[in-house]
Every structure is written in C-alpha cells, then in structure tokens.
C-alpha cells in the first residue's frame, strides 16, 4: 500500500497495488478507522475501485495524524486479507 495525494489537501488515498479488490469496502468498515471518524480525525473512509480513501476532519492536518492514519489503514486492509498492506507487490495471498 502506498499513499497517494487526493483531489484536495485534506485527502489521501491508499492505494493497493494489486487485485482482487473486492476486500477493500470491508476494509473501509474496520473498527480501526471507525474510530478515526468517531473522534474527528477522519471526515470519511472510502472504499475506491483500487484504493481507500481518507479524509481528514477539520482542523486536522496529516503532518499531526499521518501516522495514526496510516496505522488504521495498514490494521484494515490486513485484517480483510493478510500480507496486502505490508509485503511486496504480488505478496498478498489474494493477488494469486
């Protein structure tokens, strides 16, 4: 996975370079960033047709929360399919 500038400056998307993509919108559900929306770091997670994508909640910024961020969606995308946020490209069980 790896970040990528959105259509503005409050959002990113985390781009997974690989298919299939169908865990991703149980990944945008996961309790890590629900949380993230609970306390106003985030505005939103959305599942796209290759990525998630975050939106920081006002009066936030990524230099403070990019960690955490970062962080919830490693947690989400590993919880739908192990090896898909951390290891090299093709290393997730589901790319085979």
Do not use: K
């Not at 919108?25 to 960033?33: C, D, E, P, V």
């Not at 898909?84 to 069980?93: E, M, Q």
Request: with cysteine; glycine share 10%; proline share 8%.
């Amino acid at each position: 996975m790896h970040p990528v500038a959105g259509p503005d400056a409050a959002t990113v998307r985390w781009v997974v370079p690989h298919e299939p993509y169908a865990f991703l919108a149980a990944a945008a559900g996961h309790g890590a960033l629900r949380e993230l929306v609970a306390d106003g770091t985030l505005a939103g997670v959305e599942a796209l047709a290759t990525c998630l994508q975050t939106r920081l909640g006002p009066e936030r910024s990524w230099a403070a929360e990019a960690d955490r961020v970062r962080a919830a969606v490693r947690a989400a995308l590993e919880a739908q399919a192990p090896g898909c946020a951390s290891g090299p490209c093709g290393s997730c069980p589901r790319s085979a």
